[in-house]
């Protein structure tokens, strides 16, 4: 049965004509290559942490659940299983090292959770490149778009703003792939908003499940278009109506913006402001690698010499990396660790270096490093916390001849007022895929996401990888 369509235009459905209707043809040149350099970073990290324990326990739980059976592939798996359970299982394997792109002001992660839903239905339906570079564009702009709408961060509010928001993103994105009418669209993006979730309770005591956030809201996207696919209806309003997601949330009574998800649609591209991750942690974190890692190398620190370190950050970050001060000097996971201030700091002055080995279990308990982190101090950054469209740090080592030091990181490496070049994003997913697939594979695949209008079957440029 046909429901009646409300005749006022909601927010949902200007969204969804206008997609609809975009040509990519009309995209210009820096935002397509944008594209293509955060698909590839993506796909980078997906390989990197694909031996990891978290996502064969991943694995393992997607057999239990539905048999083993299905049509889809995720990225590095020869088994067959759901399209819903192939992007879930992409989606753990872009997001637990946390080494994922980051749109800054928003918090969110976008690429990961649009990519791992798109990658299995473009294998599954024989879709090409260009399919896939347009689908993901879109599902990430309009991802950081609705990121905007509210001043306040899902963090203050209990949630993980990837996860609550990257299921419409990645729906978005899965929409237009499918060639959903806008209709169908707005229905999608209705049943989406009751598949959004994502509890930030593990930031407390380090467990598993925001590891997992990615996958879960790949996968709800999947079923989302399933639904609308199969005439299943979604409220129009879903954004700013009497009972819209916004007030669910929010719980509050903000100055919504809801004309950020629709001002300027394909002329000003928001997906210029996402930021590549130089190091595996909370984006909030990665100036504050930059200055320590600067300082240790400019000055020659060595742990013993070290008396006081302080790190000045906004005060909106305390919470979620900085307090309690205990909890965070020794973190108790891997993942617990990359959201430590004190820890990271830590490891990058004592050890140099923070790649995809960083965090490791005898990282958290080595005894130089936790010396090291007893000696973070956390202190208000009033300038970052003037204009959070910025990633500013500063670190100030004091050492014990009485001597100290300080450096100030402005913006982050892969922010747009610091770009990293395309050579950048190749020497990071070289650096990634390294040790788990050859040399000559890792830069096939490069080549290809590098020239991806030109890849006429998705599928083919993954199946090698896969035994």
Not at 324 to 343: D, F, M, Y
């Amino acid at each position: 049965m046909q429901e009646r369509r409300s005749t006022a235009p909601t927010l949902s459905a200007k969204v969804a004509e206008w997609m609809t209707g975009f040509p990519l043809d009309t995209v210009p040149a820096d935002v397509l290559e944008n594209t293509k350099l955060r698909i590839l970073d993506v796909v980078g990290v997906m390989i990197a942490s694909s031996r990891l324990d978290v996502v064969s326990a991943a694995r393992r739980s997607v057999a239990e659940s539905d048999g083993g059976q299905g049509s889809a592939f995720s990225v590095t798996d020869a088994a067959p299983t759901t399209p819903a359970s192939a992007a879930f299982i992409n989606g753990v394997m872009s997001a637990v090292l946390e080494f994922d792109d980051t749109h800054i002001e928003s918090n969110i992660h976008p690429t990961g959770v649009v990519l791992s839903a798109l990658l299995p239905e473009c294998e599954r339906l024989g879709l090409s490149g260009k399919n896939l570079l347009h689908a993901a564009l879109i599902g990430s702009e309009l991802l950081c778009r609705l990121g905007l709408v509210s001043p306040v961060r899902m963090h203050e509010v209990g949630f993980h703003p990837s996860s609550v928001y990257g299921v419409f993103g990645a729906a978005w994105g899965l929409a237009h792939l499918r060639r959903l009418s806008v209709e169908q669209t707005v229905h999608a993006i209705g049943t989406a908003a009751s598949l959004s979730a994502g509890s930030i309770a593990s930031f407390e005591d380090g467990t598993s499940t925001k590891t997992l956030h990615i996958g879960m809201a790949a996968s709800s996207a999947i079923r989302a278009v399933a639904l609308a696919n199969q005439g299943i209806s979604g409220p129009y309003p879903v954004f700013e109506g009497k009972f819209g997601w916004f007030k669910s949330y929010f719980q509050s009574k903000p100055e919504f913006r809801f004309s950020a998800l629709t001002d300027e649609l394909g002329e000003r591209w928001e997906v210029l402001n996402i930021a590549s991750k130089a190091h595996p942690c909370a984006y909030t974190m990665i100036p504050f690698i930059a200055a320590a890692i600067e300082l240790r190398d400019a000055h020659g620190v060595k742990p013993e010499d070290v008396d006081v370190i302080y790190c000045d950050i906004m005060p909106r970050s305390f919470a979620t990396v900085c307090e309690p001060v205990e909890e965070k000097r020794r973190p108790r996971t891997s993942w617990h660790g990359r959201i430590s201030l004190q820890h990271t700091v830590a490891e990058a002055l004592v050890l140099g270096r923070m790649d995809k080995d960083a965090y490791a279990p005898e990282n958290l308990v080595n005894p130089l490093i936790n010396a090291m982190a007893d000696k973070v101090i956390h202190r208000p950054d009033l300038v970052a916390a003037h204009d959070i469209s910025r990633s500013r740090a500063t670190v100030s080592v004091r050492l014990k001849d009485g001597r100290e030091l300080s450096h100030t990181i402005e913006d982050m490496p892969g922010t747009r007022r610091n770009p990293v070049a395309r050579e950048g994003y190749l020497q990071k997913f070289r650096a990634n895929v390294r040790g788990v697939i050859s040399d000559a594979a890792g830069q096939e695949l490069a080549t290809a996401l590098l020239n991806l209008e030109e890849a006429e079957d998705i599928g083919a440029l993954f199946r090698g990888l896969r035994g």
